[in-house]
């Protein structure tokens, strides 16, 4: 990795420890995804050996306790999506799913029969999860859903679809959020299970290196061990969504920081005018400009651990920390791929794919509006969703 890249020396602060992790995922990414990453996302596909192999370096649900879970420090974890999503966005978004949107929750609301018989196996890799939430007409206002899980004795029947769900088609278990008369609550949907089908969605521009896919459940008959007991109304299902979005506000920078390495590579060995891309004051503009936006994003990411490590991180700090490095992601990456000119939307280079990721994740897990929104609401205490 280039000296500049870091800058502040903020490896620096690192332990021995997450030294060994930052190694570790940045070896796995560089020597076992990243040769197979253009072909996967042109065929538009996440392998299932590739979910084994990080379950095997203990990526998912590292911070996390017991169940012969590591209980890491959220730096760890951040350096751990951070290097992630230097392959790309879809290796991230995996790892965000498997562990903060499905094995956080049956931790934190699950029994302990649930505990036992999943977090061990999703830790592994040996099961996959997916997360469902939104649904074809409520995205970003989930609590407008219409999937319905009504009592049937001691029984649930769950009626309804989701939509755009990363692992979709994948995973061994689906965590459904469903409205009961008791609000919203959380559902574990075994593959397999009669009326529950998975669909993957062709056509995609964005994540084709990751399985997303729409969840169809007709009358499906659940048991009452179903049902995760401690999940009460929406607010359950959005204290998952802020373990996911403290991840993207770390791996993102990932993205950058590939996309960033390669535009300052490229424009030192391309020739125009006689004379190299980074003799010009207008690149040397581009990079300088990026750098500066990068290391601003780590900074954020830093003190955002420490804050959740200390246990008083807030859902409006993790908002503001995944808008602002969606966005600064995307636009680096975008300002990369113009850099590399027609190469640029070549699968050979990295920025244009990166690029096309990110627009997906200023989308998901609350738009950039959304969380614009938040903010405005914690300034001026007025909702205006
Ligand atoms: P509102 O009335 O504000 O809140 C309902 C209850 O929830 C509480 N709450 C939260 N709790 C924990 N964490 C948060 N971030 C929370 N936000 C709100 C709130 O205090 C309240 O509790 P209570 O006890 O008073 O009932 O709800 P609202 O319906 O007005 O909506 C608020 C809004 C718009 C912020 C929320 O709906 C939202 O965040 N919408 C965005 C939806 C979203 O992000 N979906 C993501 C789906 S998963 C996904 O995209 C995975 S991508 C794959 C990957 O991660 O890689
Ligand atoms: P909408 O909510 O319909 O929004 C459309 C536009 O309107 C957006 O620009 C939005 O910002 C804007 N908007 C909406 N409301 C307002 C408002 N009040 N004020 C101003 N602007 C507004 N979901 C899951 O549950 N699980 C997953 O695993 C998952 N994986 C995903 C993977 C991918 C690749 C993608 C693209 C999405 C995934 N999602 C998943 C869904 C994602 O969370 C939603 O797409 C997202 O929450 C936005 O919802 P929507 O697409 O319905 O857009």
């Known amino acids: 990795m280039s000296h500049w890249l870091d800058l502040y020396r903020m490896d620096d602060l690192l332990s021995e420890e997450e030294r060994i992790i930052q190694r570790t995922v940045r070896d796995f990414v560089e020597k076992e995804a990243l040769p197979h990453l253009p072909e996967l996302w042109e065929k538009g596909e996440f392998p299932r050996e590739l979910a084994s192999r990080m379950g095997e370096i203990g990526l998912f649900g590292p911070t996390l306790s017991g169940y012969g879970l590591p209980g890491l420090g959220s730096r760890a974890y951040g350096l751990m999506m951070l290097e992630l999503e230097r392959g790309d966005s879809g290796l991230r978004s995996f790892a965000s799913v498997q562990g903060s949107l499905c094995m956080y929750p049956i931790h934190r609301f699950g029994s302990e029969e649930q505990k036992t018989r999943w977090l061990p196996e999703l830790a592994s890799g040996k099961k996959i999860a997916c997360f469902g939430l939104t649904e074809p007409d409520s995205g970003s206002d989930p609590g407008g859903m219409k999937t319905r899980a009504t009592k049937d004795g001691d029984d649930w029947l769950l009626q309804g679809s989701k939509m755009w769900i990363t692992n979709g088609t994948l995973a061994d278990l689906a965590l459904v959020w469903a409205m009961t008369e008791d609000g919203i609550r959380g559902f574990l949907v075994e593959k397999g299970t009669p009326g529950f089908t998975a669909d993957s969605i062709k056509g995609k521009m964005s994540l084709r290196a990751s399985d997303t896919a729409s969840l169809a459940f007709d009358e499906v008959r659940l048991g009452p061990e179903a049902l995760l007991p401690e999940t009460r109304n929406l607010g359950s299902a959005l204290s998952c969504l802020n373990q996911a979005r403290y991840s993207i506000a770390w791996g993102t920078l990932g993205a950058a920081m590939a996309c960033l390495e390669e535009a300052a590579d490229f424009s030192r060995d391309r020739v125009s005018f006689g004379k190299s891309l980074d003799e010009n004051q207008l690149i040397q503009k581009e990079l300088a400009d990026m750098l500066a936006s990068l290391i601003q994003g780590r900074l954020l990411v830093e003190r955002l651990a420490e804050l959740k490590d200390a246990g008083e991180v807030t859902a409006v700090q993790i908002s503001l920390a995944k808008r602002e490095n969606s966005a600064r992601a995307l636009e680096i990456a975008r300002r990369c ?33 959304i969380h614009t929104l938040i903010l405005g609401k914690e300034i001026t205490g007025k909702a205006a969703f």
């Open 337 to 369: 791929r113009q850099v590399l000119g027609a190469n640029g939307i070549s699968l050979e280079y990295q920025a244009g794919r990166h690029a096309c990721n990110l627009e997906s994740i200023i989308t998901y897990e609350g738009t950039h509006e």
